[in-house]
């Protein structure tokens, strides 16, 4: 059974940067994509990027370009998101899930939709 | 980026009846649609990809259909477990893209 397991929540100032990991188990971590997903309260579902560890690869959406890096680290099997530069509109439940998508050493499949998900981390800005 | 719109934004269906929320893709998605559940502080959950394919596990009072521009999600049979925000997202291209969440009530 895949488990996303996600760090504590975090309460951070304004134009400071934010760091949460994702742990995976039960599957095999480096034929996946890792995508994160935040949530602003009240609000709608919303992509930033994902990171295929494998290739160790990372599409960022562009209007998180120069602001958000994704890393993995597949000896713990550990996805990370840092978000710097962080304004109160950052303010969200930050969630990482597992892109369907199957890889092997030459290519990976298209599914790019989200099967496993964290339990999702609160990311507070405020001065 | 490509938008996608769900409509209605909310919905109260009787126990027992049939709901359809619609989503549609400001251009093509093939057939490169999910569908996801979300209760109150939850993670989402994952019904329907590659437009009308059941994840496993997931009810068949459950199903999706349409390709291209226009997309639907029908519950058969509305249960009291199914109150929950419904969103589509497309994966055709990037940014992959979400609609704005349908909200499902019991009447």
């Known amino acids: 059974q895949v488990q996303l397991v996600q760090s504590g929540g975090e309460v951070k100032k304004p134009g400071s940067s934010v760091k949460v990991s994702c742990k995976a188990s039960g599957g095999t971590f480096t034929s996946y994509g890792i995508s994160w997903v935040r949530q602003a309260p009240g609000q709608g579902l919303e992509w930033m990027g994902g990171?295929?560890?494998?290739?160790?690869?990372?599409k960022y959406a562009e209007k998180f370009q120069g602001r958000i890096t994704l890393t993995a680290d597949e000896s713990t099997s550990t996805a990370y998101m840092e978000l710097s530069s962080l304004r109160s509109e950052d303010t969200a439940v930050y969630y990482c899930?597992?892109?369907?998508?199957?890889?092997?050493?030459?290519?990976?499949?298209?599914?790019?939709?989200?099967?496993?998900w964290g339990q999702g981390t609160l990311v507070t800005v405020s001065s | 980026d490509i938008v996608m719109t769900q409509s209605p934004d909310s919905l109260a269906v009787s126990l027992g009846e049939r709901a359809t929320i619609n989503c549609k893709s400001s251009s093509s998605n093939d057939n490169y649609l999910a569908w996801y559940q979300q209760k109150p502080g939850q993670p989402p959950r994952l019904l329907i990809y590659?437009?009308?394919t059941r994840e496993s596990g997931v009810p068949d009072r459950f199903s999706g259909s349409g390709s291209g521009t226009d997309f639907t999600l029908t519950i058969s049979s509305l249960q009291a477990e199914d109150v929950a925000v419904y969103y589509c997202?497309?994966?055709?291209?990037?940014?992959?893209?979400f609609g704005q969440g349908t909200k499902v009530e019991i009447k």
């Open positions: 990171i295929i560890p494998m290739f160790d690869t990372a």
């Open positions: 899930a597992r892109d369907a998508l199957y890889c092997t050493t030459i290519s990976c499949s298209d599914s790019y939709y989200f099967d496993y």
């Open positions: 590659w437009a009308s």
């Open positions: 997202q497309q994966y055709y291209n990037t940014p992959w893209t």
